[in-house]
Nanobody, 124 residues
Framework: QLQLAESGGGLVQAGGSLRLSCAAS????????MGWFRQAPGKERDFVAL????????YYADSVKGRFTISKDSAKNTGYLQMNSLNPEDTAVYYC?????????????????WGQGTQVTVSS
């Protein structure tokens, strides 16, 4: 059973940067898509970015395009989310997830495996 663990969250001032990591264990991302989602208090869990493990195709939510970069290290079975130019609206719990759906999907319901989440707080 694939297990995911995020790390790298924290408190940062507006304009700052953070890099989140998502380590897989008990399996590999293999042919999956790895995605990042975020959930602010009282809001739904929203798509942020994804990368296909084969081919490294990427896709971003409009709200983070140009500021966030998703990447992976296949040898380490780990994915990353580099977040730059952070603003208070980026404050949320960030989750990594893996999908076995063959097509690229931003729908959280198509992601089978989830990490426990890591808190990102951006102060103004």
């Amino acid at each position: 059973q694939l297990q995911l663990a995020e790390s790298g969250g924290g408190l940062v001032q507006a304009g700052g940067s953070l890099r989140l990591s998502c380590a897989a264990s008990g399996g590999t991302f293999s042919t999956n898509t790895m995605g990042w989602f975020r959930q602010a208090p009282g809001k739904e869990r929203d798509f942020v970015a994804l990368i296909t493990w084969l081919g490294s195709r990427t896709y971003y939510a409009d709200s983070v395009k140009g500021r966030f970069t998703i990447s992976k290290d296949s040898a380490k079975n780990t994915g990353y989310l580099q977040m730059n130019s952070l603003n208070p609206e980026d404050t949320a719990v960030y989750y990594c997830a893996a999908s076995t759906v063959l097509s690229i999907t931003t729908n959280r319901n198509n992601y089978n495996y989830w990490g426990q989440g890591t808190q990102v707080t951006v102060s103004s």
